[in-house]
């Protein structure tokens, strides 16, 4: 659970159906393609959000320690509820730059 419910990402909104059919040009390796072995942006994307999850479970896991008392380093604890939290802010941003970058691809005229 999150620290903050403005925080979650779960939903439809954060999740990354699969690209079928996208992948290299014909002739060129796959991983030499996307600059990891093998491993798509769609993958790329999902290893993110999975990690931005797990920040928020910590964060809120230490914050629950804390407010019961059973948390050894306080300075640990808000380490991790801010990193949690720019990790938030990162994905926020950068899920409002590719839609307004969609947007304005919408709206090239061809």
Do not use: C, Y
Request: charge should be negative; avoid cysteine.
């Amino acid at each position: 659970m999150p620290i903050d419910p403005s925080f979650a990402v779960d939903g439809a909104e954060w999740a990354v159906p699969q690209v079928a059919g996208a992948g290299a040009p014909a002739g060129v390796d796959q991983g030499a393609a996307t600059g990891t072995s093998g491993k798509g942006f769609a993958d790329m994307l999902s290893n993110a959000i999975t990690d931005l999850q797990d920040s928020q479970t910590q964060a809120a896991a230490q914050s629950q320690a804390l407010a019961t008392g059973t948390a050894k380093d306080p300075e640990q604890v808000v380490l991790a509820v801010e990193h949690a939290r720019l990790q938030m802010e990162l994905a926020s941003a950068v899920r409002t730059k590719v839609t307004d970058a969609i947007s304005e691809v919408m709206r090239t005229q061809v």
